[in-house]
C-alpha cells in the first residue's frame, strides 16, 4: 500500500512537470500579435490601413460612432473623438488608440466682374472690378486679370482695359481654378452694338432671349435697337425674343442707326431614342438632337466593316443611359460606333460599354473622327491589335483623330496585343489637335519597359492610356518623355487630366496612400517614381465631382454604381 502511494505521487509530479514544461514551450514558441501603428490621427472622411503581422485577425472598433473598421484593418474616421482599434486572434491582443479630428473646410471660391460684355474704340480704355467670394461671401482676395487675345485688347493687373486692335476677346479674371468673364468687342466707330450671345439655339416652337446694348464713345447707354430676322424660319419681337417657326438657320440682327450686330440662330427638334432601330436612323441632320430614353442593347447587332452612325451633326444627350453588348471581332479600317462627331455636335451623359473591339488602321471604338464635343461620359472598353511588322503600333482607343473637345470622361480599358511586339494603345485618341481635358482612365495594365538612357538601363511604366501627338512621325521609343509630351501648340490642355490605374487607387483618393495618379504629360516614368505621384482629394473633387459621385467605397455615374468595394 505504501509503495502505491509512492508511485501515485511520482506520477503526479511527473505530470505536474510535463505539464509545466509545455506551458512555458508553448509560450517560448509563442508570436506576438503587432500592429503596424500604436496611434493614428485621421479626419472625418479619412481612412488608414491597419497592418497586423498575423493572418486571420479580427478587427473591432471600441466606439463604432467615432471610428469604424473593416475585416482587412481598414479604418474610417466618422465623428470627431478618440476610440481604440482592437485587434485580436485566439488569446493575443493588440491596440491602437485613433484621433478624429475635423474634416478641414475646403474653400470654395468664385469670382464675379461687375460687366460681362463690354465696347471699346481702339485706344479706349475701361475699368473692370473683380470681387472674388468665399463660400458666398466677399473675402477681399485679389484677382489676376489675363486677355485671351492681348492684340485686341490688354487689361493690366488693376483691371483697366485698353483696346490695341479691331476685334472680339474675353477678359478673365482669376483666383485659383474659379473665375469670371467679360467680353469685349472692339471697332473703329463712334457707337458699337455689343450682343450677349453670337450664336444661339431655339427649340421649334419655343423661345430664347437676346439683349443688345447701345455703347457712344466707349459709354454705354440705354438707347434701343431695332430686331430683324432674314428669314421667316424664326421671328423676333422688339424686346429681342426670337421664337422658331421652322427648322434652319436664321441670321438675326440688331440695328442702331447706320450700326449693326449679327446673330447666327439655328431654329432645331427634338427625338427621343428608345430602341437599337431609333439609333440606326440617326442622321446627319444639324436640326435634330436625340436624347435617349432607356438603354440599348446591341447583342444582336453586326458591327465589324461599318460605323453604326456615319456622322452625327447635332447633339446626343445619354440622359445617363447606356449603349451596351457592342463587339466587333474583326479588322477593319476607320470603323467606330460614329464614323464623325460633327463641329458643333456634342454628346454627353452617355455610358458605353465595348465588350470587344479589334482595331485596324483609323479605328476609334467611339468615333474614327471628334471635331464636336465630347462630355460626361463613361466608357468601358475592351480592345485588341492585331499583329503588325511595326514594332510600335500606335492604337486608340475612344477616337482615332481629336480636334474637338474630350472632357469629364472616365474610361475604363483593358488593351491587349497579339504578339510579343510592343503596342501602345491611347485610351483618348491617337492623333491630338483639340482639347483633353477633366478625365480619367482606369486600367489594370502597365508593361515594364527597359530602355537605355544615358547608357543606362532604366525601367520604365507603360501605361499605353494618354493621347498621341499630331505628329506620328516623331514616335520615338528611346525617350519615354517625348513620345506623347505635346509638341505643338495645338495639342494642348492636357494638364487636369488624371490617370489612375487601377479602381483601388480611383477609390482611395483623399486617404493617406500614394496613388498611381499621372498628370497627362507622358506615357510612361521611371519605376522608382511611381510612389512620389499623387492626387489630393480636394484638387480631385473641384473639378470631377460635378459629374460623377464619389465616396470611398463607390463610383457613381447619374445614380447608376460603377465600382464598389
Known amino acids: 500500500m505504501r509503495v502505491l502511494k509512492i508511485k501515485t505521487c511520482i506520477l503526479a509530479v511527473f505530470a505536474a512537470c510535463v505539464f509545466l514544461f509545455a506551458g512555458c514551450r508553448k509560450k517560448d514558441d509563442s508570436v506576438e500579435l503587432v500592429l503596424n501603428a500604436e496611434s493614428v490621427v485621421i479626419t472625418v472622411g479619412e ?155 431655339v427649340r421649334l416652337g419655343e423661345t430664347e432671349q437676346l439683349t443688345a446694348s447701345v455703347w457712344k464713345n466707349g459709354e454705354k447707354t440705354n438707347e434701343e435697337v431695332v430686331w430683324v430676322t432674314d428669314s421667316a424660319k424664326a421671328s423676333i419681337s422688339a424686346d429681342g425674343t426670337v421664337t422658331g417657326m421652322a427648322l434652319g438657320d436664321v441670321t438675326v440682327t440688331a440695328k442702331y442707326g447706320e450700326e449693326s450686330a449679327y446673330c447666327r440662330v439655328r431654329v432645331y427638334q427634338t427625338a427621343t431614342i428608345s430602341t437599337v432601330e431609333d439609333f440606326l436612323r440617326i442622321r446627319d441632320d444639324q436640326y435634330t438632337d436625340y436624347e435617349l430614353v432607356n438603354d440599348l442593347e446591341f447583342s444582336d447587332y453586326s458591327w465589324n466593316t461599318a460605323n453604326i452612325v456615319r456622322k452625327l451633326s447635332s447633339s446626343l444627350d445619354g440622359n445617363g443611359h447606356k449603349l451596351y453588348g457592342l463587339k466587333r471581332t474583326e479588322a477593319a479600317d476607320q470603323v467606330g460606333i460614329f464614323g464623325e462627331i460633327a463641329e458643333g455636335a456634342c454628346v454627353e451623359n452617355l455610358a458605353v460599354y465595348v465588350d470587344e473591339f479589334v482595331y485596324a488602321n483609323g479605328c476609334g471604338a467611339f468615333a474614327v473622327e471628334n471635331n464636336g464635343s465630347i462630355r460626361n461620359c463613361y466608357f468601358k472598353l475592351y480592345t485588341y491589335a492585331k499583329n503588325t511588322d511595326r514594332s510600335v503600333m500606335l492604337r486608340s482607343g475612344l477616337t482615332h483623330i481629336n480636334r474637338g473637345e474630350m472632357s469629364g470622361l472616365l474610361v475604363d480599358v483593358t488593351a491587349y496585343q497579339g504578339t510579343t511586339k510592343t503596342v501602345i494603345f491611347n485610351a483618348y485618341s491617337a492623333i491630338n489637335y483639340g482639347t483633353i481635358e477633366r478625365s480619367i482612365v482606369i486600367s489594370e495594365q502597365k508593361r515594364i519597359v527597359e530602355e537605355t538612357e544615358n547608357e543606362t538601363k532604366v525601367n520604365y511604366i507603360s501605361y499605353q492610356l494618354l493621347s498621341g501627338t499630331g505628329a506620328i512621325a516623331a514616335l520615338d521609343m528611346t525617350g519615354y518623355y517625348d513620345i506623347y509630351r505635346p509638341n505643338n501648340a495645338e495639342d494642348k490642355n492636357r494638364d487636369n487630366t488624371l490617370i489612375f490605374l487601377t479602381v483601388e487607387h480611383l477609390l482611395g483618393i483623399g486617404s493617406n496612400q500614394a496613388y498611381y495618379a499621372f498628370d497627362g504629360e507622358a506615357a510612361a516614368v521611371p519605376e522608382a517614381e511611381l510612389d512620389s505621384i499623387k492626387v489630393t482629394d480636394t484638387a480631385f473633387r473641384e473639378w470631377f465631382d460635378v459629374v460623377w459621385e464619389f465616396s470611398e467605397t463607390e463610383v457613381r455615374f447619374h445614380g447608376v454604381t460603377l465600382y464598389s468595394v
Open 47 to 201: 481612412d488608414y490601413g491597419l497592418q497586423a503581422n498575423l493572418e486571420d485577425v479580427s478587427w473591432a472598433s471600441e466606439d463604432k460612432t467615432v471610428a469604424k473598421v473593416d475585416g482587412r484593418g481598414k479604418i474610417v474616421g466618422l465623428s470627431v473623438g478618440t476610440t481604440k482599434i482592437v485587434a485580436s486572434l485566439k488569446d493575443a491582443r493588440a491596440e491602437c488608440l485613433v484621433e478624429v479630428k475635423p474634416r478641414e473646410v475646403v474653400d470654395a471660391y468664385a469670382v464675379s466682374l461687375d460687366q460681362t460684355t463690354a465696347a471699346l474704340k481702339t485706344s479706349g480704355t475701361l475699368k473692370l472690378t473683380a470681387t472674388v467670394f468665399n463660400l458666398g461671401e466677399a473675402c477681399g482676395e485679389t484677382a489676376a486679370f489675363s486677355s485671351e487675345n492681348e492684340s485686341v485688347a490688354t487689361v493690366s493687373a488693376d483691371g483697366t482695359v485698353t483696346a490695341r486692335a479691331v476685334g472680339e476677346t474675353v477678359i478673365k479674371a482669376s483666383y485659383g481654378s474659379a473665375y469670371a468673364a467679360c467680353r469685349i468687342v472692339v471697332s473703329d466707330g463712334a457707337v458699337q452694338i455689343v450682343l450677349n450671345a453670337t450664336t444661339a439655339k
